[in-house]
């Protein structure tokens, strides 16, 4: 691990949207906000000192989704310019549980908030646990953003 969670409990990932990102009606369509918020967990994961091809390939650990949800508040559109905030809720020894706004930059209208929760696998997907490592470092991530 290279930097302190507490130097990066919330991870901002900018995302500039695509035509293709939106319906008919141009608007992004909903099952973009899972992709985005896929970003904004890789780049926390980054802030954390790590990524998670470190985890997958040094560790043999997987983080598999088990649980999705996501509110919308406002819709976004082509060409917006969309910040993602990501932190950590919850930590425990085989589950990771993470947390999501979407907002728009331009005026800092909240899009959507959403939340998924992962269980901890082996690349046979047989639950296990967290490398303490990576506990640690969630945790202080947790208790900072707390």
Known sequence: MTRSATAATTALSRIRVRYAET??????????????????RVDLLRQLGFTYREMEQEDGCYIAVVDARCRFKAPARYDDEIVVRTHLKNVRESLIHFGYE?????????????????????SDMRK???????????????????
Do not use: C
């Open 23 to 40: 319906d008919q009606m141009g608007v992004v369509y909903h099952s973009n906000y899972f992709i985005w918020f896929e970003v904004g």
């Open 102 to 122: 979407a907002v728009r930059e331009s005026d800092g209208i909240l899009l959507a908030e959403g939340e998924t929760t992962h269980i901890v696998t082996d």
């Open 128 to 146: 296990r646990e967290l490398p303490s490592k990576y506990v640690a470092v969630f945790k202080a991530a947790v208790k900072a953003a707390g």
